[in-house]
């Protein structure tokens, strides 16, 4: 405690003695921590505001959009043309890749931003297109290689950051933004296919897919110019496998639902744009007619994925992406399911391109919700490590009930593929629930 210095003043005369204390602190009673200099105060305060204030718009805002949905474009964009390559052969390992690398390419965006990412996904996604467009005709392990593995890879790599950076940018406007630039991939998948099945014929296969490259290049390399994270990095010399994937979101109830939403929904997602092709011309459409299909879905896709965010921004991304899921799955019931003739599946390919859209765009959304600034890219990325999962499986899966072709065995995989899409809503329910149990809320 505190030391005590005695002042002793004593009168001969009148014998009387005063003693005065006074009290001194030691210097084990003084704690250097309690008081922080304004100067020191104020230098975090404003730093901290500059960092974390999103800038809702503005020339480098917008210009980040447009970088990204050209990303879209030309890398998702031309995944969902994949039925155009169905005859030629199937590797689901491309969208496993995808989506299975995110969480480490999202960890490294969150650490060191796009400038490295970015530039490698722009060589080495029309690289190995231009390698695919050399690839023997039925040489199915360089097929396997080029556009199931070195696509896949470069895919991933721009991606992620694709999305995330989004939340560097936007708040308020979040969800429309990922939808804004969500929806470069549907505008992909109505221009790469026709430009593909036009050119094949005229062309050849070969010079058709380099024409495509060449797009894939060009619109990268914008991209690359324009996608910049806003936050500062904060670079690591040595980056160990554990700290490349961030799994402390799974430490979230909601986090946890939404993946297992997300399993299950990825996992029939792309049942009807592998199949409805298959489907039409089982039922008599005449594959000049069938092949266009895919087009529509995917055209469709560009206001569901716009719209969407819209709505999420007012009344909330798991508030609107539950309706849409459960529409979906009664899509799938009440419109395929019974449909035989042509006007009745191009109906069905318009109705899923309009309302599963959400599944892409909103996901993400909601995620950024519910993880900090700083990790968006991690946290997206796990989720999507999920996804990757139920990609690799999903469509093989739904093949299994075509071991013959018939009218009973498509009968099977479409209720299937409308159960995991109720599962998912359900899912996505519990998740509403556990987030706020007001009606009202806006989650």
């Not at 931003?113 to 297109?129: I, N």
């Not at 092709?277 to 089982?282: L, R, W």
């Not at 999920?386 to 065995?409: K, S």
């Not at 479409?414 to 149990?437: D, N, P, Q, T, V």
Request: charged share 15%; with cysteine; net charge positive.
């Amino acid at each position: 405690m505190a030391a005590s210095l005695y002042h002793e003043l004593s009168d001969d005369n009148n014998g009387l003695v005063e003693a005065t204390i006074q009290c001194i602190p030691s210097k084990q009673d003084i704690r250097m921590d309690e008081e922080v200099p304004a100067s020191r105060s104020n230098y975090e305060k404003s730093s901290s505001t500059s960092e974390w204030e999103v800038p809702e718009g503005g020339l480098r805002a917008w210009l980040v959009i447009a970088g990204a949905f050209l990303d879209l474009f030309s890398t998702f964009g031309l995944v969902n043309s994949y039925g155009v390559f169905q005859t030629l052969y199937t590797s689901t390992i491309l969208l496993f890749l995808l989506y299975f690398l995110s969480p480490i390419v999202g960890r490294i965006f969150d650490i060191y931003g796009s400038k490295v990412l970015l530039p490698l996904g722009t060589l080495l996604t029309p690289g190995s297109m231009m390698l695919l467009s050399i690839c023997k005709d039925g040489s199915v392990y360089q097929f396997f290689l080029c556009h199931g593995i070195l696509f896949g890879i470069g895919n991933a790599i721009v991606f992620t950051p694709a999305l995330a950076v989004v939340g560097h940018w936007f708040k308020r406007k979040r969800a429309y933004c990922i939808g804004l630039v969500s929806s470069g991939s549907a505008l992909g998948g109505v221009i790469y296919p026709l430009m593909l099945q036009k050119l094949i014929p005229k062309i050849g296969f070969g010079w058709a897919v380099r024409i495509a490259a060449f797009l894939t290049f060009f619109c990268l390399s914008i991209s690359s110019v324009t996608i910049r994270a806003r936050l500062p990095v904060k670079p690591k010399k040595r980056l160990t496998l554990k700290e490349c994937v961030d799994l402390t979101g799974f430490r979230d109830s909601r986090y946890c639902l939404s993946a297992v939403g997300a399993f299950l929904s990825f996992y029939a997602l792309f049942i009807p744009f592998f199949y409805i092709q298959e489907y039409a011309e089982f039922e008599g459409v005449s594959p000049k007619t069938a092949k266009y299909l895919l087009s529509i879905t995917n055209a469709l896709g560009i206001p569901s994925r716009i719209l969407p965010g819209i709505i999420a921004d007012k009344f909330g991304s798991l508030n609107t992406l539950i309706p849409s899921t459960v529409l979906t799955s009664v899509l799938v019931f009440a419109v395929w399911l019974p449909s035989r003739g042509f006007s009745s599946i191009a109906a069905f390919s318009s109705l899923y391109g309009l309302f599963s859209g959400g599944f892409v765009s909103l996901l993400p959304a909601y995620i950024a919700t519910i993880s900090p600034t700083e990790k968006i890219g991690g946290r997206l990325g796990s989720i999507y490590m999920v996804v990757g999962v139920a990609n690799l499986v999903g469509t093989p899966t739904a093949g299994a009930f075509l071991h013959e072709v018939n009218q009973t065995n498509f009968n099977g995989l479409i209720a299937f593929c409308g159960c995991m899409i109720f599962s998912a809503a359900f899912a996505y329910g519990i998740a509403r629930f556990i987030h706020s149990k007001r009606i009202l809320a806006i989650v």
